[in-house]
């Protein structure tokens, strides 16, 4: 790799969080084969530091990302052995949705600006989204006569309602940041100037966890939604969880008990147990 494509995705480290960027902003980050293939040694890389409890993944200059190269992806394959495209396309999914929606750490997606297609994919694979009140979400695949496939469509139809999804899916038509946390496709949408600031404190929240409770938490979430489990095997799944949880991070508990029951220093509803 050399260090041109290395540039194509930024990674700075700030007290436990990872701020990943795309960084083709000059192309609004459309995603290249390259950039996919920086985006799974980043993974790597941010996965196992541990000084890193949250990852933000977002997007250098206008736009989240313009979703997949159009030329790149699309265009110029035409004519090339089939085998090709799918290994493309392959390692394309493997980061943006079987890598990324179980990652160890939590994950927040900041939605700075435009979010077109296959950008749908990594964005609603992170665990939390947070957009700017003006970023601009478009299916806009059918505008040029696509699907969204490659699970775009999936990733819509499980965080909106569905008749709002299948509506952007249909009419190619833009929706904004507000919007977009209204139907429960991000969490919240603030206005850009104070958006960094924003998912800082947010992922200020999540570090106070436990990491390895943290980790098990959205990991039983989207197993339990992405296997549609019926209630007794989602019972059994997540009794089986919570005790190899408890052998693995038994005292994190413990501390708990103590402090509440004994020490009388903090209360659950109210917030976290002191972790040091
Ligand atoms: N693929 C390839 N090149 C792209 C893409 C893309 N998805 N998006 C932007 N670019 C390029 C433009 O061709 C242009 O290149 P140039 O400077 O060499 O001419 C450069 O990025 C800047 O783009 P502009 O269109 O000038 O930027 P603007 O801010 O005016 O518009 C917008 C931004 C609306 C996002 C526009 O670029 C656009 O419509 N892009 C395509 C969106 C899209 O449909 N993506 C594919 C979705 S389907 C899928 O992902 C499978
Ligand atoms: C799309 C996305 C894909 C793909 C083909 O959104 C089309 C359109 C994320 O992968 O492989």
């Known amino acids: 790799m050399t260090s041109e494509d290395k540039d194509l995705v ?6 436990g969080v990872a701020w990943v960027s795309f960084n083709r902003p000059e192309k609004r980050n459309a995603m290249t084969p390259k950039l996919a293939g920086r985006m799974l040694e980043v993974l790597d890389e941010v996965e196992v530091r541990e000084d890193v409890g949250v990852m933000v993944l977002t997007g250098e200059g206008t736009a989240f990302s313009a979703g997949m190269d159009i030329k790149e992806y699309f265009r110029d394959m035409k004519g090339k052995p089939h085998i090709e495209e799918i290994r493309a396309r392959r390692k394309n999914w ?16 900041m939605v700075n600006g435009w979010c ?3 950008a749908f994919l990594p964005m609603a694979s992170c665990d939390l989204a947070i957009a700017a009140d003006d970023a601009k979400f478009v299916l806009s695949e059918i505008n040029w006569g696509i699907l969204p496939a490659g699970n775009v469509t999936k990733a819509v139809a499980a965080n ?3 008749r709002t ?24 949408s603030v206005p850009l100037a104070d958006l960094r600031k924003r998912t800082r404190e947010l992922a200020d929240v999540l570090l106070e966890k436990s990491p390895a409770v943290l ?7 989207k197993r339990t939604l992405d296997h549609n489990l019926g209630w007794d095997i989602s019972e059994e799944y997540l009794i089986a969880k919570q005790e190899q949880l408890w052998m693995l991070a038994g005292e994190e508990r413990e501390r708990g008990f103590k ?12 917030g ?5």
């Open 272 to 276: 976290m147990y002191k972790r040091d």
């Open 10 to 15: 930024k990674v700075e480290y700030d007290n």
């Open 215 to 221: 980790k098990s938490c959205k990991e039983v979430f």
């Open 94 to 109: 493997e980061w943006q949705w079987r890598r990324l929606r179980y990652f160890e750490k939590a994950t927040i997606a």
């Open 165 to 188: 999804g299948i509506y952007y899916a249909m009419t190619g038509l833009p929706f904004d940041g507000k919007q977009a946390a209204a139907y429960g496709m991000v969490n919240e």
């Open 259 to 270: 402090q509440f029951l004994d020490d009388k220093s903090y209360k659950p509803g109210m």
């Open 160 to 162: 909106m309602p569905a």
């Open 116 to 118: 077109c297609g296959g």
